[in-house]
């Protein structure tokens, strides 16, 4: 089915290891978007790209990096996880003023 | 900024009636959309409406409408007909206009449908 994917779907981590969020979308869009979400917190935004080429940081940049490698693809990048990241992390992308797609999220654990 | 409020952590709702969610908005931005999402127990987001500032019409789609008064700046949104699997978290989103596509969200609304 076309949409937004996400990889992978579940993670423990150790305090201090790194990881990457793999994501991808087949819809042709050009905005790209990674978000966390923490109880009674809603969605806040980590980063986005605009468009092929451009990041930009959202609400709560700090302690990740992304990668747009192509106009499919957008990774987020712990460099030393902390339990402070503990939560659930979706991608998203979306094309102006329409619905947007959110792949399935990522439960990451950080001990 | 944006600031999208959420008053209600929680709802309640007999099967089969109506429920209004609340959602008041902040931005002084002329274009703007608003977004209802739906946040079931597995935890996928799945996009429910969506009304654009400019529209006069309030959006409708099979059992969910949008509640849009622009002068109180709310867009709340009323689900006809409940049924069980109606339970979710939901959310609502604004997002402002032109080349800005983020997406603010509120912190969610807990629906409960009672047989």
């Known amino acids: 089915n076309a949409g937004v994917t996400q990889t992978p779907k579940f993670q423990v981590l150790k305090t201090g290891q790194s990881m990457t969020l793999q994501c991808a979308q087949d819809?042709?869009?050009?905005?790209m978007y990674w978000y966390r979400q923490d109880p009674g917190m809603g969605l806040r935004l980590i980063y986005y790209?605009?468009?092929?080429?451009?990041?930009d940081k959202g609400e709560v940049p700090n302690g990740y990096n992304v990668s747009r490698l192509n106009k499919r693809e957008f990774s987020l990048r712990l460099e030393s996880a902390a339990p402070s990241q503990t939560s659930v992390y979706f991608c998203?992308?979306?094309?102006?003023?329409?619905?947007?797609?959110f792949g399935s999220g990522t439960r990451l654990t950080v001990v | 900024a944006q600031k999208i409020t959420q008053t209600q952590p929680g709802m309640f709702v007999q099967e089969k009636e109506a429920v209004t969610l609340d959602c008041t908005y902040d931005?002084?931005?002329?274009?703007?959309?608003l977004f209802w999402y739906k946040q079931p127990s597995s935890g996928e987001m799945i996009f429910l409406i969506y009304?654009?500032?400019?529209?006069?019409q309030n959006a409708t789609e099979g059992r969910y409408s949008l509640n849009f008064q622009k002068a109180r700046k709310s867009a709340n949104l009323v689900i006809s007909a409940s049924q069980l699997g109606d339970s979710a978290m939901y959310f609502c989103?604004?997002?402002?206009?032109?080349?800005?596509?983020?997406?603010?969200f509120g912190k969610g609304t807990l629906l409960t449908v009672n047989p």
């Open positions: 998203a992308s979306g094309a102006g003023f329409s619905g947007y797609t």
């Open positions: 819809m042709n869009h050009n905005s």
């Open positions: 790209s605009a468009s092929e080429g451009t990041t």
């Open positions: 931005t002084s931005d002329q274009s703007y959309g």
């Open positions: 009304q654009g500032s400019y529209d006069e």
């Open positions: 989103a604004m997002r402002r206009g032109g080349s800005n596509y983020k997406l603010t």
